[in-house]
């Protein structure tokens, strides 16, 4: 079973063994959870961008660069 020592810090490195499960690399993101019976699980969070495709529709109107500026303006005024 593969062990990390938690630094004064409270950080930890996750084992080589742990980190190819997962898939993970530096400057990924893991999310901890723990069960109602204390049990923590990890897991990545850090996903492939291609798994995002189709979650958000092409406009059905082509929108030009000035209405995109525009729109920004609207909800962010300086």
């Not at 958000?56 to 109107?61: D, L, M, N, S, W």
């Not at 209405?67 to 005024?77: F, K």
Request: net charge positive; with cysteine; proline share 8%.
């Amino acid at each position: 079973m593969p062990q990390a020592h938690i630094t004064s810090k409270g950080q930890i490195t996750l084992p080589k063994a742990i980190r190819d499960h997962l898939k993970v690399k530096a400057g990924d993101l893991v999310a901890f959870s723990v069960d109602s019976q204390g049990k923590v699980t990890v897991e990545a969070v850090t996903v492939p961008i291609t798994t995002l495709k189709g979650m958000i529709c092409a406009p059905k109107v082509p929108v030009s660069l000035e209405s995109m500026d525009a729109a920004i303006r609207r909800r962010n005024p300086r």
